[in-house]
């Protein structure tokens, strides 16, 4: 059984794909938090943009196997065309997803992505791995494609991702403009993360530029 808080078909707006049309597949539940803001100050990971609790989002729903949930996704992508690409996010989606998953995906010709904290195993067969860092234990997908920080993050300075296995090196600015009226606020997030990419040019801006387009 698979748990999906909403599906859609949109523009990658953040990374290296940045651009790249994708089914989006948002998993319900992350480990990192609960997903309810009376939990959010005392939680591992206190600021998320996203709401990926319950299934009543667009799209959202329970699927008991992977080829109806595929079948379901298939549907959102433009008929008789190809470049099939499927992101995983969340929520945490490595907490849901599986082998039997991937087959079917693969199955239906998608090159598959997934956006993940990285703090849990993933199955193999991911084309492009994702990994944004929330915490300062190690990582356990500590190499893929992508790594993503978000900055400025308390105790999360980027040096100590710089020597991993990945491709690409991102800094994300922290967006606050979601978080409930009493957090604790860092000054300036997009400024800061622009003076360190030009200091530390191992890093690459990312932004996210679905919000600025109002897309999903
Ligand atoms: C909502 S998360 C879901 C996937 C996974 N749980 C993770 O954290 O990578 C998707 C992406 O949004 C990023 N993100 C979440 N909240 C953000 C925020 N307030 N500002 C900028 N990026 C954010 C995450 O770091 C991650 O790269
Ligand atoms: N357009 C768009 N791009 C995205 N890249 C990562 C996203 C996510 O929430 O995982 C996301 C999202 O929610 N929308
Ligand atoms: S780990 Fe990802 S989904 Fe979970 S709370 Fe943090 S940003 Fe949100
Ligand atoms: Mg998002």
Redesign the pocket.
């Known amino acids: 059984m698979y748990s999906i808080k909403e599906a859609f078909y949109s523009l990658q707006g ?1 990374g290296a794909h940045a651009g790249r049309p994708a089914i989006f597949c948002r998993f319900t539940g ?1 480990n990192l938090w609960t997903g309810k803001e009376k939990h959010r100050a005392t939680s591992q990971c206190q ?4 709401d990926f609790v319950g299934t009543d989002g667009q799209n959202g729903g329970k699927f008991h196997d992977a080829d109806t949930l595929i079948a379901h996704l298939d549907t959102l992508w433009p008929e008789n065309t190809q470049h099939k690409y499927l992101i995983f ?5 490595a907490l849901q997803l599986d082998d039997e998953l991937i087959q079917a995906a693969k199955a239906s010709s998608y090159t598959l992505a997934i ?3 990285g703090t849990l195993p993933l199955p193999v067969g991911i084309d492009w791995i ?1 990994v ?1 860092p ?1 915490t300062a234990e190690p990582l356990v997908v500590n190499g893929g494609s992508e790594l ?1 920080l ?1 900055f400025p993050q308390q105790h999360l300075p980027p040096n100590l991702f710089t020597d991993l296995e990945f491709e690409h090196f991102y800094l ?1 600015p ?3 403009s979601a978080l409930p009226a009493g957090q604790a606020r860092i000054d300036d997030a997009q400024a800061q993360t622009i003076r360190y990419c030009l200091q530390n040019p191992q890093w690459r801006l990312s932004l ?1 530029t679905h919000k600025m387009l109002g897309i999903d």
């Open positions: 953040e992350c600021f998320c943009d996203t996010t969340g929520g945490e989606p956006e993940t904290n994702c944004s929330k993503k978000i994300q922290m967006d606050q996210q």
